[in-house]
């Protein structure tokens, strides 16, 4: 799949594209009252990019010019905006390390 086809809603989504953009991680509190780090970051291919939120360890081992693939992700909308989840059963992974 290619990031200019994602809608907001789409489900299943598998892509795979190049980290341009990644913020320092903040912490943020929960709902239910947990702390967790979370970075943004920008996944780009030949066609476009999208946001996609890093959580807890994902952020140290994903980094601006690494490959990544995209496995049973889902498309949401954030601030009108569509943005990237990989959620509870989705995964993000390095497939080729930037320089």
């Known amino acids: 799949m290619k990031i200019s086809e994602l809608k907001a809603g789409a ?3 598998e892509l795979e594209g190049t980290v341009t953009e990644k913020s320092e991680p903040r912490e943020v509190i929960t709902k239910y009252g947990k702390r967790l ?3 943004n970051a920008v996944i780009s291919d030949d066609t476009g990019s999208i946001a996609i939120s890093l959580w807890g360890e ?3 081992s994903i ?3 690494d490959k990544v693939k995209v496995t ?3 498309v949401g ?3 009108g905006t569509p943005q990237l989840s990989t959620g509870k059963y989705g995964k993000i992974e390095v497939t080729e390390k930037g320089n």
């Open 11 to 13: 489900t299943n989504v």
């Open 37 to 39: 780090n979370v970075a």
């Open 58 to 60: 994902t952020i140290d």
């Open 63 to 65: 980094n601006v010019g």
């Open 72 to 74: 049973n992700g889902y």
């Open 77 to 79: 909308e954030f601030r």
